[in-house]
């Protein structure tokens, strides 16, 4: 696990969100009001610009968590 790809991916949470870094491991897809469809879709665009990536329709739906996302991460080789 790369300690700088975490950094970024937790930045692009904590930004996207405006959360604290310890709430991040239980965050779950609409167990906020920030996270709602359109805060999907607007954090999955700034993975993907973070990461140099471009994620298929299938990982956007299944994107359900924080910790989710790491293993799809792992897809494109990005190990968080």
């Known amino acids: 696990m790369s300690e700088r790809l ?6 692009v949470f904590i930004k996207s969100f405006k959360i604290k870094k310890d709430k991040l491991k239980k965050l779950k897809y ?10 999907h879709m607007s954090m999955i665009g ?3 610009d973070t990461f ?3 994620f298929e329709m299938d990982d956007i739906i ?17 190990k968080v």
């Open 6 to 11: 975490l950094d970024k991916y937790n930045k």
């Open 30 to 39: 609409q167990s906020i009001t920030q996270w709602d469809s359109v805060g």
């Open 46 to 48: 700034t993975l993907e």
């Open 52 to 54: 140099k990536i471009t």
């Open 62 to 78: 299944d994107f359900s968590s924080y910790e989710v996302g790491k293993k799809i991460l792992k897809k494109y080789k990005i």
